[in-house]
């Protein structure tokens, strides 16, 4: 008896700025598919335009799904965003057509399909304790009991400094331990048509200079000034969003408007950089990358990249 073929699963990552959007939408009318949101950021209703978030125009264009879904005031994690993810692409392809994944989250794509480590529930005396400990102390007492961990994160990285360290107190493993024993992944189920776009940076970080300034045209101020009223934890994932900091402190009367989108137009490309880092280094090494500037001239040759092999 013939083995009935996985059904396909497209995904398409990168950096912001990027053009994945774009192509994802081409894509998408050709072939009758539906997005699937993969960002951090657009999964909240708050930001739709300093996360980009699919225009009207665009929703009509495409199905999308996952995108504004989350009220801010809830965290979504990779966790959390994997079992929704999963459940659309089953529903999707339960329907005949093609899921496209779109996003520039790596956690969120690597979590989707890899899986994530089974760590137990932390020790609420110990993620108190640890949290409540400046990060310098913290670092130290990772360097001791996860030296691997403390070579790897950087100083001012708190959230996963602490991370690494209540998981190890609380549990007895090292995070990365844990992390070899991942559970839930879906890339056995699925056709995997992976695609990375990875333009040169210089012509990315005009992209996004040009974007955030689009931004303030289209309403960023406006978004954030509504966000700071609804007196959020400052520590969420959303008061954390790309500009949101940044145009804080300019409706806070800490600087001015034009310093503002300067430091945004710098926190985007401080991100695009990490971003590229990740998708250069972490993806499997027979993922194709995309490497030319995504005009429109250049879609079809992308989307060339996408088709099925075999």
């Known amino acids: 008896m013939a083995v009935s073929p996985k059904p396909p699963l497209v995904v398409i990552a990168g950096p912001t700025a990027s053009g994945k959007s774009a192509l994802a939408l081409t894509l998408a009318q050709q072939i009758g598919g539906v997005i699937v949101n993969a960002d951090s950021a657009q999964i909240y209703r708050d930001l739709p335009v300093l996360s980009a978030a699919p225009t009207v ?80 102390e913290n670092r130290a007492k990772l360097q001791t009991l996860d030296a691997e961990a403390a070579a790897r994160l950087d100083d001012g990285d708190t959230a996963r400094i602490n991370r690494a360290l209540e998981v190890i107190l609380s549990t007895g493993r090292t995070l990365s331990e844990w992390q070899q024993q991942r559970e839930g992944g879906i890339a056995g189920e699925v056709q995997i048509r992976p695609l990375i776009l990875l333009p040169p940076r210089k012509w990315l970080y005009a992209r996004c200079d040009e974007r955030f300034a689009r931004m303030i045209d289209e309403g960023a101020v406006t978004e954030v000034e509504a966000l700071l009223a609804r007196k959020l934890n400052a520590n969420l994932p959303v008061m954390r969003g790309i500009g949101v900091r940044e145009l804080s402190r300019y409706l806070l009367g800490e600087i001015s408007l034009d310093d503002a989108i300067t430091a945004g137009r710098q926190a985007t490309r401080r991100y695009a950089k990490r971003q590229y880092t990740w998708f250069t280094h972490q993806p499997p090494a027979d993922w194709p990358g995309f490497r030319e500037p995504l005009d429109l001239d250049r879609l079809s040759e992308a989307l060339a990249l996408l088709e099925p092999t075999g």
């Open 57 to 136: 125009e665009e929703l009509n264009a495409a199905e999308h799904r996952l995108y504004g879904v989350q009220d801010g005031a809830l965290p979504c994690s990779a966790a959390d965003w994997a079992v929704l993810a999963r459940r659309e692409i089953a529903d999707i392809h339960a329907s005949g057509r093609t899921p496209i994944l779109v996003g520039g989250t790596g956690l969120y794509v690597r979590t989707l399909l890899d899986g994530i480590a089974p760590v137990p529930s932390i020790d609420p005396d110990v993620r108190a304790r640890v949290r409540g400990t400046s990060v310098e």
